[in-house]
């Protein structure tokens, strides 16, 4: 899970133990704030048990929709499996063949085929560009169904806050100085 401050620097924050004025506690601070002082950022502090409590609400008002989550989540996963990209690589292979044939008759009568070598490497990198992102998309809506699993597993109680839950379904938290926005990474946000 990232901090981050927003509208000042937006660097992200650290935590660490703060003595003011005799008394100790847990705080998250801006790192450009404390490397810098209040000249370098003037993001404010936020104390650990706020942050916590506001993770925590962030949970409890995605349970407290649930209906709606779920409905939002399903509508993400269907637009992450309809972008399949099946016949964007197929059609890709059927291509490089084609130039593969093209640059082996080049070859055999002596023309230069240097020009077709470059396409085919440019159609190489497409197809690694394809797959990336097809993996990416798989990545994505496995992290959705994950919230959808949360969600319905969650959905008659209310919680606290959780490290292994922030670590497994949040993305990041943004400071705001008069609240917070926690990003799920389902995609998510919810403002506290």
């Not at 964007?88 to 593969?100: G, L, R, W, Y």
């Not at 597993?153 to 922030?166: C, F, I, M, P, T």
Request: proline share 1%; aromatic share 6%.
């Amino acid at each position: 899970m990232k901090i981050r401050g927003f509208k000042q620097c937006e660097d992200i924050y650290r935590r660490i133990y703060w003595n003011n004025r005799g008394k100790k506690s847990i705080v998250w601070r801006c790192v450009t704030r404390l490397a810098e002082g209040p000249k370098g950022c003037t993001s404010r502090t936020i104390s650990e048990e706020e942050l916590h409590a506001s993770v925590a609400e962030a949970f409890n008002q995605v349970l407290g929709g649930r209906e709606s989550m779920i409905a939002v989540l399903r509508k993400n996963i269907e637009s992450v499996v309809c972008e399949s990209n099946e016949q964007a690589i197929a059609n890709n292979d059927k291509e490089m063949e084609e130039k593969q044939l093209e640059l082996i008759s080049y070859a055999n009568s002596g023309k230069d085929y240097e020009s077709i070598a470059e396409e085919i490497q440019k159609l190489s990198e497409r197809k690694q560009a394809i797959l990336t992102d097809e993996a990416e998309s798989q990545g994505e809506k496995e992290r959705i169904t994950e919230m959808m699993k949360f969600i319905e597993n969650h959905a008659d109680r209310s919680l606290g806050y959780d490290e292994d839950l922030v670590r497994l379904l949040i993305e990041k938290v943004t400071i705001f100085e008069n609240g917070v926005v926690v990003k799920f990474k389902s995609g998510i946000e919810v403002e506290v």
